[in-house]
C-alpha cells in the first residue's frame, strides 16, 4: 500500500460525520412481524409513521403479520400462462375449429389463383 496514512471512505474537506452535524434522529419504535415460517423481523418506526399490517419477511420472502399466532397466509401464485392458455380462456373448441377452417379456405382460394 502506497502512502499508508491515507483514510479510506471519507473525501477531502467531509469533516466530522456525527449526530451534531446531522441533527437528532426521530424518536423510533420498533414492531414485530411473524411470517408463516416463524420468522421475526423488528422494522423500526418512526413514532409519527403509520405502522404497516403486513411486512415482507427478509429471510424467506413470505409476508409478515404482527399476531404471532396467525400469521398471514403465503400469496397464491399463478403459473406462467402461454398465449394459447389465454386464447383458450376466451374462445371454445367449436371457436377455434370455425376459425382455422375459416384461415384455411383463405389460404387454399390464395393458392388457386
Same mark, same amino acid.
Given at each position: 500500500? =502506497?502512502?499508508? +496514512?491515507?483514510?479510506? #471512505? &471519507?473525501?477531502?474537506?467531509? #469533516? ?5 452535524? $446531522?441533527?437528532?434522529?426521530?424518536? *423510533? ?7 408463516? +415460517? #416463524? ?21 424467506? #420472502? ?7 399466532? +396467525? ?5 397464491? &401464485?399463478?403459473?406462467?400462462? &402461454?398465449?394459447?392458455?389465454? =386464447?383458450?380462456? *376466451? *374462445? ?15 389460404? $387454399? ?5
Amino acid at each position: 500500500m =502506497v502512502g499508508g +496514512n491515507a483514510i479510506r #471512505g &471519507t473525501r477531502v474537506g467531509a #469533516g466530522p460525520s456525527g449526530e451534531s452535524e $446531522r441533527g437528532e434522529s426521530a424518536p *423510533r419504535r420498533r414492531v414485530s412481524y411473524w411470517c408463516a +415460517n #416463524g420468522h421475526e423481523s423488528r422494522p423500526s418506526f418512526s413514532m409519527d409513521a403509520e405502522v404497516p399490517d403486513e411486512w415482507d419477511c427478509p429471510r424467506c #420472502g413470505l409476508p409478515g403479520g404482527q399476531d404471532a399466532k +396467525n400469521p398471514p397466509a403465503a400469496p397464491r &401464485t399463478e403459473p406462467y400462462k &402461454t398465449h394459447l392458455a389465454y =386464447v383458450k380462456e *376466451r *374462445r371454445s373448441d367449436a371457436d377455434g375449429e370455425a376459425i382455422l377452417a375459416e384461415a384455411l379456405e383463405r389460404l $387454399r382460394q390464395r393458392r388457386q389463383i
